[in-house]
């Protein structure tokens, strides 16, 4: 079982930037490929990035190359979101997501993820 627990999002003005983190509680965190995916109103859940259990892949929607990082610290059960040059349609609830197979969570672009945080806001006025 693992517990995921979003911090760091907010309210921003376009063209800032915020670090979002996922918290992962149990000792297996290393062992499974991360994900943020996010959600707006009106919308679909669609996949943001996900980075593999070591760290030594990651992968990206095409929207947010260039702008988000995603990163982990497995010392820390912490994986990260670094979003820079935000803009309006940037707005969404962001959800961690982990999934015990990178090949799954390429493929399902996180849609089938063995856990899910509750999400965390993320509001860009323009």
């Known amino acids: 079982q693992v517990q995921l627990v979003e911090s760091g999002g907010g309210l921003v003005q376009a063209g800032d930037s915020l670090r979002l983190s996922c918290a992962a509680s149990?000792?297996?965190?290393?062992?499974?490929?991360m994900g943020w995916l996010r959600q707006a109103p009106g919308k679909e859940r669609e996949f943001v990035a996900a980075?593999?259990?070591?760290?030594?892949?990651?992968y990206y929607a095409e929207f947010v190359k260039g702008r988000f990082t995603i990163s982990r610290d497995n010392a820390k059960n912490t994986v990260y979101l670094q979003m820079n040059s935000l803009k309006p349609e940037d707005t969404a609830v962001y959800y961690c997501?982990?999934?015990?197979?990178?090949?799954?969570?390429?493929?399902?672009?996180?849609?089938?993820?063995?856990?899910w945080g509750q999400g965390t806001q993320v509001t860009v006025s323009s």
């Open positions: 997501a982990a999934d015990k197979a990178w090949a799954t969570m390429t493929r399902d672009r996180g849609r089938t993820s063995d856990y």
């Open positions: 149990g000792r297996t965190f290393s062992t499974y490929a």
């Open positions: 980075i593999s259990w070591g760290g030594a892949s990651t």
